[in-house]
């Protein structure tokens, strides 16, 4: 697996990857993350992926020059996350093939990310995320050693407020 600088240009590969999760998720279930619709079905969110891709420092991990993994860090995090009081480097997305499911990928792209954080010097990674459902989310962040700072919910105009949680790892 190799890791690289990625671009606008790799927008098919990070909708296409972020299409088999939403997929997979539903199949499970599990539609408080993302919904049942697909990801590139929504302007919005296609529009979101593109600037994450095009102003932030996304990372793309690959194998036989497939995309299997899109990572994207920032220096802040979305709007509705307070910003840390010391400089931090945000883990904004981080998406895999399903069909690879732990062969390491997410794992390799959090290792970058971790090497990239210690290049900037800074203290710490935070990161948030879906906490509903059976939190296995969370879990799998824990597994990549980040421990959970606290939970919170936006309101996104539904019902039911959609469940988050910070979670930080230490550098």
Do not use: K
């Not at 062969?103 to 290049?119: F, W």
């Not at 962040?141 to 606290?150: H, I, M, Q, S």
Request: proline share 6%; net charge negative.
């Amino acid at each position: 697996m190799h890791v690289r600088t990625g671009s606008v240009s790799d927008l098919p590969a990070a909708m296409s990857l972020l299409d088999d999760a939403v997929a997979w998720l539903a199949s499970q279930g599990r539609t408080g993350q993302w919904g049942e619709a697909p990801f590139s079905s929504v302007e919005a969110r296609v529009e979101q992926i593109r600037t994450m891709l095009s102003e932030r420092t996304a990372r793309i991990a690959e194998t036989d020059g497939q995309v299997v993994g899109v990572c994207v860090l920032a220096d802040e995090p979305l709007p509705y996350v307070d910003p840390a009081p010391i400089p931090e480097l945000y883990l904004q997305l981080l998406v895999t093939d399903r069909a690879r499911s732990g062969s390491g990928i997410g794992r390799t792209l959090v290792d970058d990310a971790v090497e990239i954080a210690r290049q900037r010097g800074v203290a710490q990674m935070r990161l948030d995320c879906y906490a509903g459902d059976d939190q296995a989310l969370i879990r799998t962040y824990e597994g990549f050693g980040f421990a959970l700072e606290r939970r919170f919910t936006v309101d996104t105009g539904q019902p039911e407020p959609w469940p988050g949680a910070i979670l930080r790892l230490q550098i």
